[in-house]
C-alpha cells in the first residue's frame, strides 16, 4: 500500500480514537509530520481511505478477535457505523488537494522572496 506499519497505526488512531474523516486527518498529519511534503501527506491519506472504504464491508462478517490496541476490532455488535463507502471521497479530496497548493503556492512565494532579496549581508 505504500505505507509503513507506524503510519497505519497513525492512521489507524486517527481514524477510530479521534474520529478523523480524509479531511481532518489530512489536517493533523500536516502537523504531526513536518518532515513529509503536504503532497505526499495527502497522497498517502488519499490511498488509506481508499482502501479503507475498498475492505470495510468486510469488517461486518469477520469473527471477533482480540486486539490490545484501542482501535482494534471487536464482535461488531455495537458498531452502527457506515461499511459500504465511496470508494473516491471527492469532495474530501477536492479540499484536501486545494490545502496542497495553497501550502505549495506560500512555499514558492518564500522561496522566490528569499531569491529577491539576495544573499546575506556582513
Known sequence: MGMSYDELDE???????????????FERLLYKWPHLKPR???EKVKRFFYFYSVNRHKMTILTPSYHAEAYGTDDNRF?????LYD???ELQCAEIDKI???????????EMKKVSDGPPKL
Request: aromatic fraction near 8%; avoid cysteine; hydrophobic fraction near 40%.
Open 100 to 110: 496542497v497548493l495553497d501550502n505549495e503556492k506560500d512555499a514558492l512565494g518564500k
Open 87 to 89: 470508494t473516491k471521497w
Open 79 to 83: 458498531d452502527l457505523r457506515q461499511f
Open 11 to 25: 492512521f489507524g488512531k486517527l481514524r477510530k480514537i479521534s474520529r478523523s474523516g480524509p479531511l481532518s486527518m
Open 40 to 42: 505526499l501527506v495527502a
